[in-house]
């Protein structure tokens, strides 16, 4: 990533951490945030926001598993700094959902703008996709498209 898509990327995060705390949700801090498949939710990051959270976050054990968020640890974000979007934005305060669901449109709408402007190409998928993620290993079933373009029929 380039320091230019790099500051790009972060202004995003600052702009949705001004337009979360201006909102002001409630947090129980139950960890229902990171616990996914028993809280009925999945978190899709960008590519940006993989490399962000993986240049920042600790290590962690692999594989890791579509259910939960391997940097929560004890209740707690082990990754708090780097974390993407999803995480900055989600709240389960009910009063809150509203202003959510616009707050991540705008995010994801202006970080469609950046892969635009930098020519990236927009790739977004599950967490656990990027996390299990190797050089020499495609993302099996995610919304990232192959390296080699498929044939038209």
Partial sequence: ???????????????????????????????????????????????????????????YPLPVSRDGCPFQIGGLCTARDARPLGCRIYFCDPAYQDRMATITEDAVAELKRIADAHGTGWHYAPLHHFLNARPEQPLADSMIPTRTPLPVV
């Avoid at 002001?24 to 960008?46: M, Q, V």
């Avoid at 959270?53 to 600790?58: K, M």
């Fill in 1 to 59: 990533m380039t320091d230019d898509v790099r500051s790009a990327v972060l202004a995003v995060y600052a702009a949705a951490d001004a337009a979360v705390r201006a909102a002001g949700p409630r947090c129980d801090a139950s960890g229902r945030c990171c616990r996914f498949t028993e809280y009925g939710h999945t978190l899709f990051i960008s590519a940006f926001e993989a490399e962000l959270l993986l240049d920042g976050a600790p290590a």
